[in-house]
């Protein structure tokens, strides 16, 4: 199936890492996407992993992808009041389409 | 830069109302076209996916319908809305190119409210 599964909620406080999971199910899929949503508005694109990498590092944001397992994980360093969001993990079909999971909401407390 | 507009922001409608939505996107041409739904308290779901004038695939049964009646236009419609159409409705576009990264760009989203 075309699953892409995700914890629903994670807590954290200012400060602190956050670290969101999500698995899927496609191993042709070719590039694995994290998303921000915040309230009320569309998604914007955070970062993205290629398949044949194990991690990517972008300022405060850590892609962590292991195929083995199809387990993608996001990690927030120092994560601020400002990140609170949804955040959505999407993998990327042969044809373009884009698969999301539920979504992770992150509240961050001060 | 390509840019995607969606509208209108926000809709109530009442039971039984027909619904059109639409979402063009500016700046690409033969764009993949998708429609998704976010009902409260849950993911995305992919209703619609276009990748050519007059070509849809629906992802899941239900009560809307997409067209592509031009490049860079997508449109949701519904003869008659169900109080389970309700929800926030995203168009997004995205470059297919094999092999290549095939990120997503979204529009601001359609609040929609059936009564």
């Known amino acids: 199936g075309e699953d892409v599964e995700q914890s629903l909620f994670l807590s954290v406080r200012e400060g602190d890492s956050s670290v969101i999971n999500c698995t899927y199910t496609?191993?042709?899929?070719?590039?694995l996407y994290w998303y921000k949503q915040e309230p009320g508005a569309g998604l914007q694109l955070l970062t993205y992993?290629?398949?044949?990498?194990d991690m990517k590092q972008d300022q405060r944001l850590t892609v962590l992808l292991n195929k083995k397992d199809k387990h993608l994980s996001l990690r927030i360093a120092d994560t601020q009041t400002g990140d609170s969001a949804i955040y959505f993990c999407?993998?990327?079909?042969?044809?373009?389409?884009?698969?999301f999971g539920q979504g992770t909401t992150l509240q961050v407390k001060p | 830069s390509q840019t995607i507009h969606q509208w209108p922001a926000t809709l109530v409608q009442p039971v039984g109302s027909p619904l059109s939505l639409e979402c063009t996107v500016e700046g690409t041409s033969n764009p993949n076209l998708y429609w998704y739904r976010q009902a409260a308290g849950r993911g995305l779901q992919l209703l619609f996916y276009?990748?050519?004038?007059?070509?849809i695939s629906s992802e899941v049964p239900q009560n809307l319908s997409a067209s592509r009646p031009q490049d860079r236009q997508f449109i949701l419609s519904s003869k008659k809305l169900l109080l389970s159409d309700s929800g926030f409705y995203l168009c997004?576009?995205?470059?297919?190119?094999?092999?290549?990264?095939?990120?997503?760009?979204f529009g601001q989203g359609t609040r929609l409210t059936v009564v």
């Open positions: 992993i290629f398949s044949n990498m």
């Open positions: 496609d191993s042709s899929s070719t590039y």
């Open positions: 999407a993998e990327s079909k042969g044809t373009g389409k884009l698969i």
């Open positions: 997004a576009w995205s470059k297919y190119t094999r092999g290549a990264n095939t990120e997503a760009f």
């Open positions: 276009s990748v050519g004038i007059g070509q």
